[in-house]
């Protein structure tokens, strides 16, 4: 890709447009090497134009949160696109309906619905993601997934198309959809239900302290590493790992959480091959002890 077009395009917009741009800081690993491009569209019609542009010559990666990847210390040799603000905007419809945009984070969402009396969306609360990233991996926790309240996504192509798909016709399934990897999500709407607004706040209070109770806060840690194989036994992956690996293993930094052993921590300045060498290191000894193979629910950055 010619670069002398991308810096003419730099030039022509108000968002971030940044060569060479380091990624550590991006994501709760705090780990990574550099994107050739990091672009942050400061509005809806920049992003529509970088698509026409560039879209089908550039290799491209979607930067939510950053809390559940694991980014190559190497190059990424593209674009890494970050929505902002004017992405994270939150509306009431009637009906109890909620328009979010996906930059907006599913605990703002949690919140909005909270201080609008509706209830079903008080999960997302636990889930220390973006709306954009949930829709992706159909996120969930504590038995209730975004399958169970979503009603359409905004999104965009590559080529800078813009439409609309009804939940009907999403596919999703554990911690997945069938929805097009190259799709940019620009907003969702939800459906909540009618609840008191005292139990919301009871109900959320009481998630957040069992999650709190259970899972590492405050940390380097990318959230759950792996799925739960449901297709292959009823037992957890933290029962898996438990049983097939010594818990104190760590290769340089990267280390299993004392407090959850599905979440794997940066400790301190662990690289990118001691967090991969962690994460194959489980999954071959779970392979190995109990003959089932673990997937990675973050996404791998190569």
């Known amino acids: 890709m010619n670069n002398d077009n991308l810096t003419s395009f730099a030039n022509e917009i108000k968002g971030k447009f940044i060569f060479n741009y380091d990624l550590k800081k991006t994501n709760w690993f705090n780990i990574g090497g550099k994107a050739k491009i990091y672009f942050k569209p400061d509005s809806l019609s920049e992003l529509v134009i970088f698509l026409k542009k560039f879209g089908s010559k550039e290799k491209i990666f979607i930067l939510g949160a950053g809390s559940n990847v694991l980014i190559s210390n190497s190059l990424f040799n593209g674009t890494v696109i970050k929505l902002g603000k004017n992405f994270s905007n939150i509306s009431l419809l009637p009906n109890r309906t909620i328009v979010a945009g996906c930059a907006a984070s599913d605990k703002k969402l949690s919140e909005f619905a909270f201080n609008n009396g509706i209830g079903g969306l008080e999960f997302l609360s636990c889930i220390p993601g973006t709306v954009g990233g949930g829709l992706r991996m159909n996120s969930g926790c504590f038995k209730r997934e975004f399958k169970d309240i979503i009603l359409s996504v905004q999104a ?38 009618e609840k008191n607004k005292q139990k919301i706040e009871e109900d959320i209070k009481n998630l957040q302290n069992e999650k709190n109770k259970t899972q590492p806060t405050k940390t380097k840690t990318g959230g759950s590493t792996f799925k ?60 190995s002890k109990t003959g089932i193979e673990l997937e990675t629910e973050i996404e791998i950055i190569e």
Not at 177 to 193: H, P, R
Not at 248 to 259: H, N, P, R, V
């Open 228 to 287: 739960n194989p449901i297709d292959q036994t009823d037992q957890k992956v933290w029962e898996l790992i438990k049983k097939s690996v010594p818990l104190e293993t760590k290769f340089g930094d990267a280390e299993i959480s004392q407090k959850h052993c599905n979440f794997f921590v940066n400790k301190s300045n662990a690289s990118f091959e001691d967090m991969k060498k962690l994460i194959d290191f489980v999954k071959k000894n779970v392979k």
């Open 156 to 193: 965009i192509d590559k080529t800078g198309k813009i439409f609309t798909i009804p939940s009907s016709k999403i596919e999703f399934g554990y911690r997945k959809t069938n929805l097009d990897k190259d799709l940019i999500f620009l907003s969702a709407s939800f459906k909540g239900e």
